[in-house]
């Protein structure tokens, strides 16, 4: 959106519904009328609806219940994490656009789309994107080792529980990437990294949330054990306040992740934990691992007891729960 479209949005919204004339507008903006017009017409197109009169001026009655920067940024409470931000309406995958961009923007630049034509999620499997999701790629420069950029998976899954939690819903963590509400998934999350000599260069964090989706337009695989923000409130979510939110949780995690000792992290996702205590069957790339989860290493591995009695750790793989046999 062009300076003069966001200057002119203000004003209207600053205005509390208050007619702003068009002669008004040119005189605070150095522009004309006609311009002004164009302007108007333009922002009509995006989604606004702005009515207008000859007499008293235009009106902004609402704002479309689409991602844009500029709405998003309005009220924003945080330094780094979403000053800057990209808007498509589709794209192949917001991590694969962040990838694109990743070196050369700073720190705490989002990717965001209303729709992905090929979501991914972890071990390269699908996630499914329809319209009124939250699709979304943030991009971290952590100084780090390499092996530590997983753990921005665990910080990332808190900050997503907080910002749920903050509508008054239970979400819970289930290990190692998905946010559960009432034990269905609403949430996944996939971290990917690029670093030379085991120092990370960047870090990009995809998070694809279930916000006001119908589940039951999934596949009958895709919808069992599936849920959304919206069927959880009895609402629509306002999807672009909930952003907000969930950017100032993820900076203050993030903030925790860089400044204080890992552990504080690790206490506060068992506090959010829906996985230890539960039955496991854990997939890897190399082997099947089954047992009952008892805790996270100061790492951030998933500590697993196995039916011969000796503990595992695992850092990463597609964990199932099972019923005890």
Known sequence: MSDRKEDI????????????????????????????????????????DITSSTKTGYVLNSSPD?????????????????????????????????????????????II?????????????????PRGGIYMSVILKPTAPASHAYH????????VANAIRNLGIGARI????????????????????????EEVDYTIIGIGINANIDTGMFSNELKEGSTSIKSELGKPLERVSFVRNLFYELEQEYIKFKSKPFTEIINEWINLSDTIGKHVSIMTHSKMIEGK??????????????????????IAGRCIYTKTK
Not at 176 to 193: A, Q, R, W, Y
């Open 66 to 110: 689409l991602l844009y920067p500029e709405e998003i940024q309005n009220g924003l409470r945080t330094k780094v994490i979403g000053k800057k931000i990209y808007h498509f309406d589709e794209v192949e995958s917001t991590n694969n656009e962040a990838k694109k961009i990743a070196h050369d923007e700073d720190e705490g630049t989002v």
């Open 293 to 314: 989860a008892i805790g996270i290493t100061k790492n951030g591995a998933l500590i697993v007891k196995k039916p011969d009695g000796q503990n595992e750790e695992v």
């Open 174 to 197: 289930k290990w190692s990437n998905d946010v559960l509400i009432n034990n269905n998934k609403v949430c996944g999350i996939l971290t990917e990294i690029n670093a030379e000599m």
């Open 152 to 159: 921005l998976t665990l910080v990332t899954g808190i900050a």
């Open 113 to 129: 789309s209303e729709t992905q034509k090929s979501g991914k999620g972890r071990m390269g499997r699908e996630w499914v994107s």
């Open 9 to 48: 949005l203000k004003i209207l919204k600053d205005s509390n519904k208050k007619p702003v004339s068009g002669e008004e507008l040119g005189e605070q903006l150095g522009i004309s009328r006609t311009m002004v017009w164009k302007y108007i017409k333009s922002l009509k197109y995006d989604g606004y």
